[in-house]
């Protein structure tokens, strides 16, 4: 069974770069039909994707974000990151790595890591 | 971006009660509708895909319904394991979307 499982920094300073890992376990990341996706969730609810990216280095960003965000896999340790520079308050979240499952007709966030608690303060 | 409106926001109900939550997009998404649960201090699990898919291992009271723009989850008869948040995602286009969330506790 797929685990995802996050890492990083809980604490990142404002202007600074927020940096998360998302390691995948029991699954390769290179099987074909699905997306390494990062999502985050605001205190209180709020759900907002952010980025995916395929094992050979597709990828495709929120337009609101795009400007700050980078994604990046590494298929040798199975794992995908991501880069957020330039944090403010507002970008204090629970970050969610998560594998976007596609096909023909549905395209779904299938497996989530536990989540990582990323804030945002000097 | 596709906006997604979940309604309610939230509801109160008990055991054995039948639910309905509603999800309504700005646009259409044909069937690429998508519902999670979430459980607090938990991520959240995908329960329906593609409108009405039920997703292996969940049981068979929760069901989904819709196309367009206009969805419904309906749990057909409450247990206590399912008082959770529950939201509804569109996966038609880029930025996946998501609706607010319905909080259901207990009545």
């Known amino acids: 069974q797929v685990q995802l499982q996050e890492s990083g920094p809980g604490l990142v300073k404002p202007s600074q770069t927020l940096s998360l890992t998302c390691t995948v376990s029991?699954?390769?990341?290179?099987?074909?039909?699905?997306?390494w996706s990062w999502l985050r969730q605001y205190p209180g609810r709020g759900l907002e994707w952010l980025a995916y990216?395929?094992?050979?280095?597709?990828?495709s960003y929120s337009p609101s974000l795009k400007n700050r965000l980078t994604v990046s896999v590494d298929t040798s340790k199975n794992r995908f990151s991501l880069q957020l520079s330039s944090v403010t308050a507002a970008d204090t979240a629970m970050y969610y790595c998560?594998?976007?499952?596609?096909?023909?007709?549905?395209?779904?966030?299938?497996?989530w890591g536990q989540g990582t608690l990323v804030s945002v303060s000097s | 971006d596709i906006q997604m409106t979940q309604s309610p926001s939230s509801l109160s109900a008990s055991i054995g009660d039948r639910i309905i939550i509603t999800c309504r997009a700005s646009?259409?998404?044909?069937?690429?509708l998508n519902w999670y649960q979430q459980k607090p201090g938990k991520a959240p699990k995908l329960l329906i895909y593609?409108?009405?898919s039920l997703q292996s291992g969940v049981p068979s009271r929760f069901s989904g319904s819709g196309s367009g723009t206009d969805f419904t989850l309906t749990l057909s008869s409450l247990q206590p394991e399912d008082f959770a948040t529950y939201y509804c995602?569109?996966?038609?286009?880029?930025?996946?979307?998501f609706g607010q969330g319905t909080k259901l506790d207990i009545k």
């Open positions: 998560a594998r976007l499952e596609t096909s023909g007709w549905y395209k779904v966030f299938d497996c």
């Open positions: 029991g699954d390769s990341i290179s099987r074909s039909g699905y997306y």
């Open positions: 990216i395929s094992y050979a280095g597709s990828t």
């Open positions: 646009q259409s998404v044909t069937r690429y």
């Open positions: 593609s409108t009405s």
């Open positions: 995602q569109q996966s038609y286009s880029s930025p996946y979307t």
